[in-house]
């Protein structure tokens, strides 16, 4: 059984940093990749950064010099650091493995206000 933990999640003020984990058990396939997405009210899921099992990254242009994707091995415990926080960047934070299929994580709140 496929089971995802994600945590690091919370309310910040703009400007401020997140630390979010993902740590993913049960999976057995072949990695190919770890991703984050989010999803904000009334808008569509949308790929925030990924990893793939060489390290290579990729971020969204809206995040770039300000979140960091990373992994340990094993392959299934992944981290997005966030820094310099907007408000915009307040949505649902979804972990995303890839292997031969997609597994999703439930999602962990993120909410930038002052």
């Known amino acids: 059984q496929v089971q995802f933990v994600e945590s690091g999640g919370g309310l910040v003020q703009p400007g401020g940093s997140l630390r979010l984990s993902c740590v993913v058990s049960?999976?057995?396939?072949?990695?190919?990749?770890m991703g984050w997405y989010r999803q904000a009210p009334g808008k569509q899921r949308e790929l925030v950064a990924i990893i793939t099992g060489g390290h290579r990254t990729r971020y969204a242009d809206f995040v770039k010099g300000r979140f960091t994707i990373s992994r340990d091995n094993p392959n299934y415990t992944g981290y997005l650091q966030m820094n310099s926080l907007k408000p915009e960047d307040t949505a649902v934070y979804f972990c995303?493995?890839?292997?031969?299929?997609?597994?999703w994580g439930q999602g962990t709140q993120v909410t930038v206000s002052s």
């Open positions: 049960g999976i057995t396939d072949s990695f190919y990749a």
């Open positions: 995303n493995v890839v292997t031969d299929r997609q597994y």
